[in-house]
């Protein structure tokens, strides 16, 4: 499985972005998918989940009622949407799909978020 992860860039405080995850193929009922992130020094961590059967999301605290997980199951491809941004949301933004059933995962190669205060 191949993850390409798009739609990072610049942005101001306050501002908004989409991300988006392309799976090389159906995955999603399957794979539980994950957006994480690291800022440069630090861990890398979730940011948001999906479960595999799309029924129930899970949002860090420092995120959450900003940014939003979704999937479009026809396309193959999670969103990330980004809203209220701050300085502190800088950071690699990595994709994620990873079997609730065995250690098999999957990593995109991370695109870049600059929030600029």
């Known amino acids: 499985v191949q993850l390409v992860e798009s739609g990072g860039g610049l942005v101001q405080a306050g501002g908004s972005l989409r991300l988006s995850c392309a799976a090389s193929?159906?995955?999603?009922?399957?794979?539980?998918m994950g957006w994480y992130r690291q800022a440069f020094g630090k861990q890398r961590e979730l940011v948001a989940a999906l479960t595999s059967g799309g029924g129930s999301t899970n949002y860090a605290d420092s995120v959450k009622g900003r940014f939003t997980i979704s999937r479009d199951n026809a396309k193959n491809t999670i969103y990330l949407t980004m809203n209220s941004l701050k300085a502190e949301d800088t950071a690699v933004y990595y994709c994620?799909?990873?079997?609730?059933?065995?250690?098999?995962?999957?990593w995109g190669q991370g695109t870049q978020v600059t929030v600029s205060s």
């Open positions: 994620n799909a990873r079997s609730p059933f065995t250690t098999t995962a999957y």
């Open positions: 193929r159906s995955i999603f009922r399957i794979y539980v």
